[in-house]
T-cell receptor
């Protein structure tokens, strides 16, 4: 079945450091790919998405590119802030109707001042 | 209100109590979901409803009973819960189940079972 693998962390960075959180997936067909973020005490918020190969999703300085050849959707940010401290989830939604989301285990990011 | 709302935000209950969690979506979506998020465990899909019909039940114990009276409202009725049921319960909605649709989440209900 479909699956998502991501580095579980925790990842600890200093403010203004470069961030990469790796995400790879296994799926039949052409899934849509997502990054969600969960701040402490809150639900999941959509951060960005890409629906086809070579698409780049971006939001709030975060970017991820849908790489079909490597089945990856790595999340990057050039300069992290303390306010980016959260848990980040990679997910896919299969192209077939009736197939549910598959979430990765989440990566906890802590950014130190 | 916009998006997906959940009430209550926090709930403390004893093992013999009966309570209900409520979710409402204002996005015109047709599919709604309940997830359980426990500490140090992956997100667990519990139930899926599409056009008010339950389409998935991921082997959830019968002490959790979902109800979907219409496409905008979803309830999770709780009774005789166990301490290990303490978790964050998240509701989500999407235009349809799968097909690349984005899921939108509510803020969750933090449940503590004593």
């Amino acid at each position: 079945g479909d699956s998502v693998t991501q580095m579980e962390g925790p990842v600890t960075l200093s403010e203004e450091a470069f961030l990469t959180i790796n995400c790879t997936y296994t799926a039949t067909g052409y899934p849509s790919l997502f990054w969600y973020v969960q701040y402490p005490g809150e639900g999941l918020q959509l951060l960005l998405k890409a629906t086809k190969a070579d698409d780049k999703g971006s939001n709030k300085g975060f970017e991820a590119t849908y790489r079909k050849e490597t089945t990856s959707f790595h999340l990057e940010k050039g300069s992290v802030q303390v306010s980016d401290s959260a848990v980040y989830f990679c997910a896919l939604s299969a192209s077939s109707y009736g197939q549910n989301f598959v979430f990765g285990p989440g990566t906890r990011l802590s950014v130190l001042p | 209100e916009t998006g997906v709302t959940q009430t209550p935000r926090h709930l403390v209950m004893g093992m013999t109590n009966k309570k209900s969690l409520k979710c409402e979506q204002h996005l015109g979506h047709n599919a709604m979901y309940w997830y359980k998020q426990s500490a140090k465990k992956p997100l667990e899909l519990m139930f899926v409803y599409n056009f008010k019909e339950q389409t998935e039940n991921n082997s959830v114990p019968s002490r959790f009973s979902p109800e979907c009276p219409n496409s905008s409202h979803l309830f999770l009725h709780l009774h005789t819960l166990q301490p290990e049921d303490s978790a964050l319960y998240l509701c989500a909605s999407s235009q349809g189940p799968g097909g690349g649709d984005t899921q939108y989440f509510g803020p969750g209900t933090r449940l503590t079972v004593l």
